[in-house]
């Protein structure tokens, strides 16, 4: 009987032990995957205000996609517009050429007063503003698209449209500047390099052009 309490008694003990192995074992292995951060991440995307406080048109542009404009353009915009050249006019005109053209640039389709009487040209900008808030852009327009919020997209498609037979220079980045208020600072120490390279160009030369006399000798 004494034995055999012992052996329970042990058993028990050794059961507990383990127990608490596997225990502590558990709290490292939860630990390790405890989230540094506890609830979820919300991400602010600046870009979907489409609002003034992104990049500027110029960086994006510099940064947009033709293809993904091509896609874009022909999801959301395909059922009304024709991209080709000399493409059938839809419900709304064929877009081959449009940037840089003047507003409501195809003769003889029948554009709404709001666009017809707008004066100017499809600018990066002008073309920008429209496909952000057509409705803004010309009051009484009848293209009947929402508008465009993400800015990303819209350069895409802006970029895409450009490829069309157009191929405006793109406008300047602004922010490259902004951002780097010491730009003269910067040139400078780039001109200071250039002499450098220069001079050690021209010293490259000389010592070719000793090394041929020397040859010549
Ligand atoms: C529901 C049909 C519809 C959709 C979708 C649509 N448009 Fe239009 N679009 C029109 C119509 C209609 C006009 C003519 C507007 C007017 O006369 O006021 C037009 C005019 C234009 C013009 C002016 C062309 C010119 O000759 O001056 C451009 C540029 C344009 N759309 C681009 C786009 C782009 C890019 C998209 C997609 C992001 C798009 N549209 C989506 C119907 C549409």
Redo the contacts with the bound molecule.
Sequence with gaps: MEDRFNTIAGWVLFSGIIALGLSSIFMRVFDTHRPEAMGYPVEVVGGEEGGDSGPDLGTLLAAASVENGAQQ?AA??G???TFDQGGAQG???N?YA?MGDT????AGFG??D???SKEGN?TWEA?DA??LNPRQF?PG?????AG?KNDEQRAD?LVY?NSLGSNLPLPEQKTAEEAAPEGEEGAEVAAEEADADEAAEAEATEDAAAEENEGGA
Excluded: D, E, K, N
């Design positions: 353009a959301r915009c059922t009304c517009h419900q709304g005109p877009l449009t507003f409501a640039h195809v554009y709404s709001a666009l017809a499809w073309m429209w496909l010309a327009t009848s293209m009947g698209f465009l498609i449209l």
